[in-house]
């Protein structure tokens, strides 16, 4: 087997992409206090771009002020947003790549950060003395649900005119749409609540309102959530069914990954010590099962690090795309090194420590990288003095 059958052309909708890598989306803690681009984006998404990936997907942008997360956090709520994303979409489009816009609101999660500014964030419904989450919140009205289903698909329209070649929703990682659908957060006994159809009524009405706004032609990916990381909450057998149903409306790429979080970095999708052959690829048994019955194509995301594993995986069919995180923030330029020739295992160590600089709204880096970068120098520096 041969490298190149990662490097086949490959469509998702009427989006033709060079290869099968997509960058799946990070968090860059890098847009100003109102949410817009900054130089910073323009040079991290350059070398994204200048590194060979095929599908570059943003980190989260919200697209209602009530699913804010972070003061760092890119804007699609508002036309004042679209001149910077113009220019972040230029950036990528002259490497000859392409780049999705990730469609966010972060429901409940979005408290640390309303603590701050003294509101209440909202949620599907209220949960008395959940051990997974301890903030103050509580639930959405109709007309809430409404006002945020509208804003994702005005979200969407800015998106397109700002030059995004698609836009993903995020339904994963204990986000707004994981939480409504989770029996576990989604205690609702009204239209929104109760059987798995009404607990993914609100992804459908996104789905509706974003065709409705954006057109039939412009193509619609969902990073949804298949499993929560606990006993309890949503298992597998809803998780496969739901991706299904997904597919079914219209969705025109599924990248599969986790809901709700658990207390540790196992029960999420941080996964750490991707060390070895058998601790990479942590979902694909869920890719697996979910691409054998969907029409459309599949993103598997989840600690792949090796790139024979990275071919037999798309050589078996299990997935159409390789989707990768962590690896990206210390090697951008990875693809293009494999596409070369190169054999070498991505060298990022799943420590997280680009997670927590993020949580501090420090700008997205390999932390590892730049602590042993400065331990070469010091080495270097003490090799210098002595006699």
Not at 124 to 139: L, W
Not at 310 to 333: H, Y
């Amino acid at each position: 087997m041969v490298v190149s059958i990662l490097f086949e052309p490959i469509k998702i909708k009427n989006l033709e992409l060079p290869n099968r890598f997509v960058r799946s989306a990070t968090g860059d803690a890098c847009a100003n206090s109102a949410g817009q681009v900054t130089e910073k984006h323009l040079k991290l998404f350059d070398d994204l771009a200048a590194g060979g990936i095929g599908l570059i997907i943003t980190g989260v942008i919200y697209v209602h002020p009530s699913g804010q997360i972070s003061p760092t956090q890119l804007s699609l709520a508002g036309d004042d947003c679209i001149p910077g994303l113009k220019r972040l979409t230029r950036t990528v489009h002259d490497r000859g790549a392409k780049v999705a816009a990730q469609l966010f609101h972060g429901g409940r999660e979005s408290a640390p950060f309303f603590k701050e500014t003294g509101s209440v964030p909202k949620g599907p419904s209220v949960i008395e003395n959940d051990p997974y989450f301890t903030e103050e919140y509580c639930a959405l009205s109709g007309q809430e649900i409404g006002e945020i289903i509208s804003a994702f698909g005005d979200a969407a329209v800015r998106a397109r005119e700002a030059g995004f070649d698609a836009v993903q929703l995020h339904g994963a990682h204990a986000y707004l749409l994981s939480q409504f659908l989770s029996p576990f957060t989604n205690r609702r006994d009204d239209e929104w609540g109760g059987t798995l159809e009404k607990r993914l009524r609100i992804h459908h009405e996104i789905y509706q309102n974003i065709r409705g706004k954006a057109g039939e032609d412009y193509p619609l990916l969902i990073k949804t959530a298949v499993q929560d990381g606990f006993a309890g909450g949503l298992d597998f057998s809803e998780g496969k069914q739901a991706a299904k149903l997904l597919a079914q409306w219209g969705f025109d790429a599924l990248e599969i990954s986790q809901g709700l979080r658990g207390k540790y970095f196992e029960e999420t999708e941080f996964r750490s010590k991707i060390n070895r052959l058998d601790r990479e690829g942590y979902f694909r048994e869920w890719c697996r099962e979910i691409k054998q019955q969907v029409h459309v194509p599949v993103m598997m995301v989840g600690g792949l690090r090796s790139v024979g594993l990275m071919e037999e995986i798309v050589a078996k069919g299990e997935a159409d795309f390789i989707s990768l995180c962590r690896p990206f923030i210390r090697q951008p330029a990875l693809v293009r090194e494999w596409k070369s020739g190169g054999r070498s295992r991505a060298t990022c160590v799943s420590c997280n420590e680009c997670l927590a600089a993020i949580l501090k709204r420090q700008n997205l880096r390999c932390v590892h990288e730049e602590r042993e970068r400065q331990r070469r120098c010091n080495t270097a520096d003490e090799l210098a003095k002595s006699p």
